[in-house]
Each structure stands twice: as structure tokens, then as C-alpha cells.
């Protein structure tokens, strides 16, 4: 893996999670996917996630609403031993067109934003937490089936940010237990994650320092535009 071109992934990929909100593994995993297999790329950004995650609910941990969180964590583990398991069985050109269509889908949700109906019923949790985790299983991307849930669940902005963070912490945690325990994890995945360390802490802090600086609504169009262009790649 070329080095320099991991620090620059990992810089815009941190600066976008922390700016926006989203996109760290939507981001990172479709340029990744340009340089190595979808395997080695979901390894690689398994400890760099779990350092981002763990860095941002510092930052959001005092409006946690772990009541609202814990249906969706009941079942995400089991999501995540799929998401795996699959990753490790399923043929990578499937896996492959599958994270394209997961961005595609999500990027056009992000950009339309449909009006979605109201979810009352928390048992819907069950469910949006077990795709979440078979997601973070696969790709490191639990993010979009714990949005939908959040916007039909009327979270508030600020709740929105910290749940979110809670839920990938939890699942990222899990997938690299297992990672570590079937031995997925190389010299080069350990070395690579340390160079692309201090990129990762400098855009957490760019993206989290320079809102009062650039529009946030305009660079997420761009950011989900670009997203459509990358997951289309990765379908064809």
C-alpha cells in the first residue's frame, strides 16, 4: 500500500466523519478498494475507525441516550459476525458491487432526503441494529441503516452525533476482537495504521475546527456526489 496515498485517504476520510457527521468508512473504503482487496482494506480501517470513533464520543459523550441506543446494540452483534463471515466467504466482486450499492443508496438518501414515516414502535431497533452490524461486519460502515432509524426516531441533531458515535464504537470493538482473534491482522495492517495515525487525529481536528469556516450543507452535497461517483465504480 502506498503510503502517501493512505495518509491522504485517512485525512479526508477523518475530516469528513468529524465534520459532517458521516463518512469515514463510505469514503475511505471505496478509495482503499482502488489499492488493494475489499478484504485487506476492511482489516486495515477496522483499528483506524475504532480510533475515530472512540476520539468523537469524547467530544459528544455528555448527550449519549444510551435507553435509545441499547435495542439497536442487542443485535448488532450477531449483524457483525455475518458481515464477517460473509466478507471472508462471498466472492469479492459481490462484496465489492454490495458497497457500491450500500453508498449509492445512502448517498441518494442523503441528498433527497425523502420524508420517511414516523418509527414508534423501538422493536424496529432489533432490526435496523442487526443491518448496522452486518455492515460494520463487512465494510466498517454501520452508519446508514442507524440513520434511517435515528431520522424516523426524530433524534435530535446533538443526540443524533453521540448515539451514532456509541453505536459504531460498539460494533468497530467487536470486529476488531474477532479480527484479532482469527489472526486477520499483518505487520503491514499494524504498520499502516500507525502511519496514517497522526493524519487520522489531524482530520478529526480540521473537521471539527473548521466549520465556522466552510458551509457544511455545500461540502456534504459535494462529499455525497462524490460518493455516487465512487459507489457506481465500484457496482461496474
Known amino acids: 500500500m502506498n503510503p502517501l496515498l493512505l495518509v491522504m485517504i485517512v485525512f479526508a476520510a477523518a475530516f469528513t466523519q468529524s465534520f459532517t457527521g458521516f463518512g469515514l468508512s463510505l469514503v475511505a473504503m471505496p478509495l482503499l478498494t482502488r489499492m488493494v482487496s475489499i478484504r485487506t482494506a476492511s482489516a ?72 420517511l414515516p414516523e418509527i414508534k414502535d423501538r422493536r424496529w431497533a432489533y432490526l435496523f441494529g442487526f443491518l448496522g452490524g452486518i455492515l460494520s461486519g463487512a465494510y466498517n460502515a454501520s452508519g446508514p441503516p ?47 495504521y500507525f502511519i496514517v495515525l497522526p493524519a487520522l487525529v489531524i482530520g478529526l481536528l480540521a473537521g471539527s475546527s473548521l466549520d465556522r469556516w466552510l458551509n457544511p450543507t455545500v461540502f456534504r452535497k459535494i ?8 459507489g457506481v465504480q465500484l457496482i461496474f
Not at 462529499?223 to 465512487?230: K, P
Open 146 to 192: 442507524v440513520v434511517i432509524y435515528g431520522t424516523c426516531r426524530h433524534w435530535e441533531p446533538i443526540e443524533f452525533k453521540s448515539n451514532l458515535q456509541v453505536f459504531f464504537l460498539f460494533n468497530t470493538f467487536l470486529v476488531n476482537v474477532i479480527r484479532i482473534l482469527n489472526r486477520d491482522y499483518t505487520a503491514q495492517t499494524l504498520q499502516g
Open 223 to 230: 462529499v455525497l456526489w462524490l460518493l455516487i461517483a465512487l
Open 44 to 115: 486495515f480501517l477496522s483499528p483506524v475507525a475504532i480510533t475515530a470513533q472512540a476520539l468523537l464520543l469524547l467530544r459528544y459523550r455528555q448527550t449519549v441516550n444510551l435507553r435509545a441506543i441499547g435495542p439497536l446494540l442487542t443485535t448488532s452483534w450477531i449483524g457483525v459476525w455475518l458481515g464477517i463471515v460473509g466478507l471472508q466467504h462471498v466472492h469479492e466482486g459481490i462484496v465489492t458491487a454490495l458497497l457500491g450499492i450500500v453508498i449509492v443508496g445512502y448517498a441518494l438518501y442523503a441528498l433527497f432526503t425523502p420524508r
